[in-house]
């Protein structure tokens, strides 16, 4: 079982910035495309944005396009999610996994954005 461990959340305020990471265990983390997810209280957890395999295509929620940047640095089996602007409605836990087939899902970093 392939384990992932996000990490950089934290509490800031609307307009601020956050730089999310994702360490996985194993040797075979680039063979994946991976993706960010959140689950705000209340609520079911989302799609944020997605990195193909080899990092060269990337998608992103309507929400958070043009604010949000996924990358990856395979050697360091790492995916990143830096966020820009942060807006009170993204204020949730955010995982990562795998895009296609996701396996168990970790404890997640929180981010809280005050208004």
């Known amino acids: 079982q392939v384990q992932l461990v996000e990490s950089g959340g934290g509490l800031v305020q609307a307009g601020g910035s956050l730089r999310l990471s994702c360490a996985a265990s194993?040797?075979?983390?680039?063979?994946?495309?991976m993706g960010w997810f959140r689950q705000a209280p209340g609520k079911e957890r989302e799609f944020v944005s997605a990195?193909?395999?080899?990092?060269?295509?990337?998608i992103y929620a309507d929400s958070v396009k043009g604010r949000f940047t996924i990358s990856r640095d395979n050697a360091k089996n790492t995916v990143y999610l830096q966020m820009n602007s942060l807006k009170p409605e993204d204020t949730a836990v955010y995982y990562c996994?795998?895009?296609?087939?996701?396996?168990?899902w970790g404890q997640g970093t929180q981010v809280t954005v005050s208004s």
């Open positions: 996994n795998r895009r296609f087939t996701p396996g168990s």
């Open positions: 194993g040797r075979t983390f680039s063979n994946y495309a």
């Open positions: 990195i193909s395999a080899g990092g060269g295509s990337t």
